[in-house]
């Protein structure tokens, strides 16, 4: 009986000591909680008075709404690069860049060390007839500065109507002095992959940004080639990103399993693993990526992804480095805020933010200098100059059959790169020679 009088008490003073705990527990949780929610309250009252004292004193007649809006802005860009307050006007302009065509230069840009800076032009675009370059500058559009200047501010002003013009200042490295050029505004469509052939047995693609067909037509060009092809360069420079599903199912086509690219933010809900599906690849053949400072977010994924699975040899030179992940969530029917919810990670964990990626083979963009003796006839000058002279002799005009043979000539060319093209582009050349050192070792 004592002892059960002592079990008793035993029991009796565990769940006491139990419910004092769980009440200190639930008194520390309720007075954090309170102190939170008076930390809140407090920084509300400051952001209100400061309000009141700008609008009562500030030297222009400013509203309320003009106040806030501003006080939206500034916290917005002060986040990070990539997100802020969208205005009537800005939520409107972004819409009709997401719906499809639009008037403007072709460029995208992002802001590196505080500046805005041209990530790339898009090929064939105004912009990129004009020679604006990969790491441009921004220093002035028009007449107006770019210093504290958001990213979709700088947009909404070069955009504009097809046919005006625009001026952009621009700062270039190597350069004594501000570059100012001029573009005529376009309207920009953009061909995101193009196939060409490098010799009998390479195919060479071309992504110039991730649109919603870019899986499609990358499969498409591969399997039309695959009897022919021991060996693909997938070209990613000046690739400013697009579609995150794009990339991943890119990725997917080269590689049959594992992680292909995660995103971390502060909400579990806001994470996610994408991963490669053995049923969607469809070549084995080696790899060789192309990429500089102009590829960015999508372009980055999908290099990065390759070099982590050793899937590919990475040539070039460093990345961009964004690897954060935009949401444009609406806060009124007109108005919306664009937020940074979350970073990318590559299989091996690591980020690719204000970092990018680092090619396996550093190459910088230029020509191939050849030496070629002036005074040396090649068999094939010779020739066509016998065939010439034959042609005076004989009195036969071949004219009709050379130009025929010419137009035949000029149409393939389109299809295929030529040893000259090679050599006006060292990268390219180079990323040829690794691919035909791969397709040996692979035999």
């Not at 008793?8 to 009440?23: C, E, P, R």
Request: hydrophobic residues 40%; neutral net charge; proline residues 2%.
């Amino acid at each position: 009986m004592k002892n059960k009088k002592y079990i008793t008490l035993g029991f009796a003073s565990v769940t006491i000591a139990i419910s004092i705990i769980f009440s200190a527990n639930l008194f520390a949780k309720t007075t954090d909680h309170t102190k939170k929610e008076a930390s809140r309250l407090e920084a509300l009252a400051k952001f209100t008075k400061v309000i009141s004292i700008v609008e009562q004193y500030n030297v222009d007649d400013v509203t309320i709404e003009e106040l806030m809006d501003k006080a939206l802005q500034g916290m917005m860009s002060n986040l990070d690069a990539h997100s802020n307050f969208l205005t009537q006007k800005d939520y409107k302009r972004l819409k009709v860049q997401t719906d499809g065509e639009f008037g403007g230069l072709g460029i995208t840009v992002g802001v590196r060390d505080g500046a805005l800076t041209v990530i790339a032009p898009i090929e064939g675009t105004p912009a990129d007839e004009a020679g604006l370059k990969s790491g441009d500058i921004i220093l002035k559009i028009n007449e107006e500065s770019t210093l504290n200047m958001t990213i979709d501010e700088a947009v909404s002003i070069m955009r504009g109507k097809v046919g005006d013009p625009i001026e952009i200042t621009i700062v270039r490295k190597g350069e004594a002095k501000p570059i100012p050029i001029n573009i005529v505004r376009g309207i920009i469509t953009i061909e995101s992959v193009y196939t060409k052939t490098i010799g009998k047995d390479i195919l060479y693609v071309r992504v110039t940004s991730f649109d919603k067909k870019v899986v499609e037509d990358v499969m498409k060009a591969i399997n039309t080639k695959k009897a022919m092809t021991k060996g693909i360069i997938l070209d990613l420079r000046n690739n400013p990103g697009g579609l995150l599903d794009q990339a991943v199912g890119l990725v997917d086509l080269f590689v049959d399993e594992g992680d292909i690219v995660s995103q971390k933010g502060r909400k579990e809900s806001d994470n996610q693993v994408y991963k490669a599906k053995k049923s969607n690849t469809v070549t084995d053949v080696p790899l060789v990526v192309l990429v500089n400072g102009g590829s960015a977010s999508a372009s980055e994924i999908v290099s990065g992804a390759l070099q982590d699975h050793k899937r590919g040899v990475i040539l070039g030179e460093n990345t961009f480095g964004k690897g954060s992940v935009q949401v444009v969530l609406p806060i009124t029917k007109e108005e919306a805020i664009k937020l940074t919810i979350a970073r990318y990670y590559l299989p091996s964990g690591r980020t690719i933010q204000a970092v990018g990626v680092k090619p396996d083979i550093e190459v910088q963009p230029g020509e191939v200098t050849e030496r070629e003796n002036g005074f040396s006839i090649k068999e094939a000058d010779l020739k066509k100059h016998l065939e010439e002279e034959l042609v005076k002799v004989n009195g036969h005009d071949k004219n009709k059959d050379e130009k025929s043979k010419k137009a035949e000539k000029d149409k393939a060319k389109k299809d295929i790169i030529t040893q000259e093209q090679l050599y006006k582009d060292i990268q390219l050349k180079e990323s040829v020679d690794i691919m035909k050192a791969l397709i040996i070792v692979k035999g």
